[in-house]
């Protein structure tokens, strides 16, 4: 009896089958949960990638986007500005051009305001010289004449230039004053030639006023 319950106590307790099942129920349990937590975790991480892929896709769209309306704006901004350039430097050009057209207007002025100059003292002159010449022959005072000779031989010279007067009456003129001072104003022959050169003076006188008219005329139109 006693050997018969020695033997059902040893039956009753944990055989080596029963732990390996045991053991083997453990481990499977173990796997189990490990494999609950890293799905778990994969899936956390997953969540995590996928949320952090859109926000980073988000943002390099944006990113896009932006570069994109920033390169317009530096295009539009380059047009602009090549456009302004552009048209300063077209400004400059007018008014380097209007510079240069204002300089050569002012010398070209210059210069015909210095020819009037010298062509209205010759023919002031020349009036003035003959006035004298006149007024001395119809006075009767040769002496006088003859110191006039000078001017009035410039204003022959420049008569002739003009083509004023012909070279024959000129020289009729200049022979006349070579009569000196002693001269008997009251002799006919003197009379008669100083007649013929009062006409020509007169005549000459004439077109000297008439040319100098012409001439400030013209000129004033120059300064309207």
């Known amino acids: ?45 997953s969540c995590w990638c996928r949320d952090t892929t859109k926000s980073k896709s988000d943002a390099i769209l944006a990113g896009r986007d932006n570069i ?10 380059t047009a602009e500005k090549e456009a302004s350039e552009a048209e300063l430097a077209e400004r400059q050009a007018k008014q380097e051009a209007m510079a240069k057209d204002l300089q050569d207007t002012k010398a070209r002025f210059e210069k015909a305001q210095a020819e009037y100059d010298v062509e209205a003292a010759d023919m002031s002159k020349a009036i003035r010289s003959l006035e004298s ?63 013929g050169i009062i006409e020509t003076l007169d005549k000459l006188l004439v077109e000297f006023q008439d040319e100098k008219n012409e001439l400030d005329v013209e000129w004033g139109k120059t300064k309207e």
């Open 68 to 77: 994109n309306s920033l390169s317009a704006e530096i295009q539009e901004d």
């Open 1 to 45: 009896l006693a050997a018969a319950a020695a033997l059902g106590a040893a039956q009753d307790g944990p055989t080596p089958v029963s732990k390996v099942v045991e053991l083997l129920n453990g481990l499977k349990t173990d796997v189990e949960a490990e494999g609950a937590s890293e799905a778990q975790a994969y899936d956390t991480f």
């Open 133 to 195: 010449a006149i007024q001395a022959m119809e006075s009767s005072k040769p002496a006088s004449l003859l110191a006039l000779r000078s001017s009035i031989e410039s204003s022959l010279a420049l008569a002739r230039a003009m083509n004023l007067i012909s070279e024959e009456r000129r020289k009729d003129v200049r022979v006349f004053l070579q009569t000196r001072s002693t001269v008997d104003p009251s002799d006919p022959t003197y009379a008669y030639h100083s007649q």
